[in-house]
């Protein structure tokens, strides 16, 4: 092996050498930081991405040779050698490294909150013959099996035929269009929603054949989102993963008590409340925001040091509206009780002109106002951290739009990401049965690797850029 690891030859024509330029990045640089155990498991996760990559191009011929310059790249001379920490860009406090597009960070926390269990947790327990047993996981059977299941069950199908999506969405608009009560005997009002629905089906599919001719998502991906995305609310598996938090423990019954007994004192100088009938949450200046004619646009997600004081965490908030003078404005909800979630205090973003400038601006005020040690130190996973327990979301406007019209169950942006991460799985679990291989012999990362750029594909046919998670301009 050449000692610099960038100019090795190929060991097959054809063959691809191996991408070492991982190995100059600030996540490099923290792996080195933990030691030699923790650089190696480092490299060996990022080859075995490329692993994937090669054996999705090449088959598993050319998966065997790259696997054979893979595992002699492990604790080699070479590699050590690119150990330059000197040449690495280094994070500083505060700073944003640029680099991935948004949409693999929000991938790669849904992949780990899906896969924490089998990291963590390597024994289960099991009913066997009536007795309860405790069994050793197998990662890779149980991760991938279900969504090799799911691909024969609804890729496979898709990949042989193409369902008339135009047709399939105008009916389901029509049908839904005429079960409105507000629309009843008011022609006008109906054909104009009409006409809205078909706008937007045709912006959807204009998009997802603009992305098919530019090489940018192939027939079977978008026909697979086209055809499930209706049921995006049902695919969102992982989404109590997702927003639940692991770092920490529930807070004794009395610290939720105080919390629970504090809150109505906090948001009693706001009339416009209402409580949440489908959850613990008491939802402020709704009555503004639910009746406007303005979408939701973005989400703020305010998680506070659970075993600290949340209840102080509410408090500066409402203090920094109030002072602000937006305190009758902006829309929020928190929840009535201290849960193991990142979602304690969440802040909508409208598109009503210059909201979302008043929220950015609150939101900043806030994170300076709020002492750090009463904030999580941990971010919800799917989100842009703007301080540590403070984070960022798109809202899949557009496509809850298209849901709304056609009469089907409109998602969080937490099921959103959730279910297009499920939908990528199917995806790439379709192209390793084409190839013959099983859920057995599939490790989770081999699957994930392959299923990153199918989800980033899919945000993109959602109407949402993948590298900034901005809504395209409509």
Known sequence: MSENPTQDQAVHKGDAPIDYGFLNTPEALEALGGGEETYQAYIGDKLDEQAAEVFARQGPAGYERFMRQRNSAIGSTAVRNTKNTESMPRATSGETVIGKPAAETVFKGVYNALTYDLKHKPTRKTLRNGQEVTVTTN????FATP??????DTAA???KQTPDFRSTFVQDANEEAHKVKAYQGRPDLIAQRLENARHLTAGFLNRAGQMKRRGEADDLTI?????RI???KSLARGYNQVTKKTDETMPPEAANERYAHTLPILLSGNPDRAQQTTGPFVHVNVKKHQGSSYDTVERYYISPKLNGQPER???IWTETLQDMGLDKELYYKVSEGIALRYDLLIAYTSSKPGDKEKMKNAIQEFSRRCPPELLSKTTLPTGAEIVPGVARTPEPTELNRLLRYRGKSTVSYNEFACALTDLAFRRASYDFIKQG???KDVTPKELAAAAKPYFSQMVALSGIDPVTMESFPS
Request: charged share 20%; aromatic share 14%; no cysteine.
């Open 147 to 152: 969504y090799f299941d799911s691909a024969k």
């Open 437 to 439: 291989r099983s859920p």
């Open 313 to 315: 965490v509410v408090q």
């Open 230 to 232: 209706e049921y995006a």
């Open 223 to 227: 026909n697979l989102f086209l055809d």
């Open 157 to 159: 199908p898709l990949a």
């Open 139 to 142: 990662p890779s059977l149980e």
